[in-house]
């Protein structure tokens, strides 16, 4: 097992109070696997990729414990965490687009990057990771401004993994590219799983349909807590938490039109994490609900390897 | 109706101006009244660029658009009848206001002789018809209020002008999976009372659900264009069928995209025009083959 996260509580400290972005999560992640996390937004997705490798200023460890390789992570201490992040966890971050420095070369920013970890270059092994990827050598003669966005991610990507992580999270990495640019940072990913550079990694995303081609199973989120987890097949076809199946419902594919048949939305907004109600998160919004709801539903695992956190499922 | 006919718009570049691009390159469509017209392209493809001139905020180098037989020429009278709404609803308000400010704006410029009780109405009209409840959204700031809101809200505001034609650039793309659908249903019955739409998007999936015509574009190019079906049911032009291929769907792996093994404009006797209608409202560009044009020209 690589990574266990068990109870994980992070909240955001704000003039008006705690914002209780990440409330309760626990799952597992195993050598190998892909695990896509899945919601919409201020459901806590990147609130728990950032909790991995470093709270910022705002973010304060309420509870919980993260066990990598046998290790427990020492979330808190800034300064402890230093010899996990990069080498053993590592993080693809949402803005990889203007995460390069505008006035180096590529080149001399990675070496200057693995410089400050004690590291030297070993410039075949990186001309290796570049084709991997489908970058060619002379990027590394380049200054970012000459790349396209696409080029940039799969770039950052290469230096996010140069030493060869256990976990390595993957924040939206593809969100603001185009579909046939999505495909080939998705291809990249799973190659740098394949060849064994990074072990598992977690790939956030609000799009499930792209999810489903890269993850071996799907984490859905909403207001802070875990919805549903599930093999991406099982989620992806028998899915069993109302929000699941309604968002899954929201997706257009290609060639459903309005005309044949209406899509639904769903109702509602997700309540503030600064006060939020008791019992079922989601039970405004859900047309299942009832008394009961009231009552927090517990993380239960219907079948193997698929949890639900919903009264109406099991 | 909106009518472009060989427009072309070319964009200075370079420190000193010495060179220049040309992003948008001899793109001719129709919209119709009740007629969404969805504009799909990568970026960089001159599909914003086709958007700001539908608005007059840009000028064509040449070529003519036209609505209803008139030149598009902006001011006041123009976007009474033409509206935009853009990518980020976040940006498009005050935060120090509240929200339902963009409305007193309108009334300002455009209504100033209607009376309160009258505009109060005529508002509350306008929230109901985009499906939000005015007692929600009404008297809040923009924080308080979510993404699909604001984009609605300012849907609303157009509809508060005698609005004959939208244009919806990325409106969708910011927002999440679940409030997506509901502004996408919006635009589904608004273009139904007669309303003309020209959706622009990156994204297949959500141009194919309401389109009647797509206009698929390419480095300011038309590649394929015509009825919606047609287009994606048969794509001829290699792109399409790559940008088709590369749609991640549920539950289905990727596939290859199908190679172009003729050229269909080549094939139709390469006409004059940049594109060959292959059957009643489908037209496509030279596929770029290695043999394309040997034979004619």
């Not at chain 1, 704000?14 to 892909?34: N, Q, S």
């Not at chain 1, 291809?187 to 740098?192: C, Y």
């Not at chain 2, 172009?260 to 139709?268: D, K, P, Q, R």
């Amino acid at each position: 097992m690589t990574l266990t996260v068990n109870d994980l509580r992070v909240h955001y400290r704000t003039l008006r109070g705690e914002v209780r972005a990440l409330d309760g999560v626990g799952f597992d992640l195993a050598d190998g696997e892909i695990l896509g996390l899945a919601g919409e937004s201020g459901c806590g997705k990147t609130t728990l990729g950032k909790s991995l490798i470093r709270l910022d200023g705002r973010m304060r460890h309420v509870g919980g414990t993260v066990t990598l390789d046998g290790d427990e992570l020492p979330l808190s201490d800034d300064r402890a965490m230093n010899a996990y992040r990069f080498h053993k966890i590592s993080l693809v971050p949402q803005y990889s687009m203007s995460a390069l420095n505008p006035t180096r070369r590529i080149g001399r920013m990675i070496r200057e990057l693995l410089a400050s970890r004690g590291v030297t270059v070993d410039t075949d092994e990186l001309h290796r990771r570049l084709a991997l990827v489908g970058l060619e050598r002379d990027v590394l003669d380049r200054y970012p401004i000459e790349l396209s966005g696409g080029m940039k991610q799969r770039a950052v990507m290469v230096i996010s993994t140069l030493l060869d992580p256990s976990v390595l999270i993957a924040d939206e990495v593809t969100s603001a590219l185009d579909v046939s640019n999505q495909q080939a940072v998705v291809g990249a990913l799973t190659g740098l799983r394949d060849k064994g550079l990074v072990t598992s990694m977690i790939f956030v995303t609000h799009d499930l349909g792209l999810t489903s081609h890269i993850a071996d199973s799907i984490m859905v989120m909403y207001a802070g807590k875990l919805a549903e987890k599930a093999p991406t097949r099982t989620l992806t076809t028998e899915p069993r938490h109302p929000y699941t199946k309604m968002l899954i419902g929201s997706l257009p594919q290609v060639g459903a039109r309005y005309k044949d048949k209406p899509l639904s939305g769903i109702e509602g907004s997700p309540p503030s994490l600064l006060n939020p109600p008791l019992g079922c998160r989601f039970r405004d919004r859900c047309p299942l609900a009832d008394a009961r709801c009231a009552e927090e539903p517990p993380v239960v695992e219907i079948a193997p390897r698929h949890s639900v956190a919903c009264w109406k499922a099991a | 109706m909106l009518t472009l006919d060989r427009v072309t718009k070319t964009f200075r570049a370079g420190a000193f101006g010495g060179g220049s691009t040309t992003a948008v390159d001899r793109v001719s469509f129709e919209a119709a009244p009740g007629e969404l017209v969805s504009l799909i392209g990568e970026s960089g493809s001159g599909k914003s660029t086709i958007g700001r001139m539908v608005l007059g905020l840009t000028r064509a180098s040449s070529g003519s658009l036209t609505l209803d037989g008139e030149q598009v020429r902006p001011g006041k009278d123009f976007y009474r009848r033409v509206q935009g709404v853009f990518q980020d609803p976040f940006s498009c308000y005050n935060p120090v206001f509240k929200a339902d400010r963009v409305f007193a704006l309108v009334r300002r410029a455009y209504h100033p002789g209607v009376p309160d009780k009258e505009w109060a109405d005529r508002v509350e009209k306008a929230v109901r018809d985009v499906r939000l409840d005015p007692g929600q959204v009404l008297g809040r700031y923009p924080h308080q209020l979510s993404g699909g809101q604001l984009q609605r809200l300012l849907i609303a505001r157009a509809l508060l002008l005698d609005l004959r034609f939208l244009v919806a650039d990325e409106i969708t793309s910011m927002l999440d999976a679940s409030t997506r659908i509901d502004v996408l249903n919006l635009l589904a019955g608004l273009k139904e009372r007669g309303l003309g739409v020209l959706y622009i998007t990156h994204d297949l999936s959500l141009g194919t659900y309401l389109a009647e015509r797509t206009v698929v574009l390419r480095n300011g190019r038309v590649v394929e264009r015509g009825d919606t079906q047609k287009v994606f049911g048969n794509p001829l032009h290699p792109y399409t069928r790559t940008l088709l291929a590369a749609v991640p769907r549920l539950n289905e792996p990727w596939t290859s995209a199908e190679p172009v093994e003729v050229c269909a404009f080549h094939e139709g006797g390469a006409p004059d025009t940049d594109l060959y209608e292959t059957e009643p409202d489908h037209f496509v560009a030279c596929a770029g083959l290695p043999d394309c044009g040997r034979t004619s020209a």
